[in-house]
């Protein structure tokens, strides 16, 4: 299975970040948005994979602040896109 992420974005004056991307997952597969670089960071927010196999979130950031990295994995491990660095505004 593949994960990509097509748009990160974290915003430090409101503390919010924008992540999306698609997926060669099944559809109803939870990925989770990690604050950080590991798999084993704190997840700030789960994303579902739709039907053509995008995904996206939009919330708060502020675990992800300190380390201005993200990650998403499945959930229950499995494939992973490890350091994400967004584009930070």
Known sequence: A???????E?????????ISGVSSQSPGTVLQCRAGSSATSPV???????ANG??????RALKAMFSKSLSV?????????????????
């Open 10 to 18: 974290l915003r430090l004056r409101f503390g919010k970040v924008s």
């Open 54 to 59: 995008s995904w996206t979130f939009t919330g």
């Open 2 to 8: 593949v994960v990509q992420v097509t748009k990160a």
């Open 73 to 89: 994995t499945t959930f229950g491990g499995g494939p992973q896109r490890l350091d994400v660095r967004p584009l930070i505004k």
């Open 44 to 50: 700030i927010g789960t994303m579902l994979v739709g």
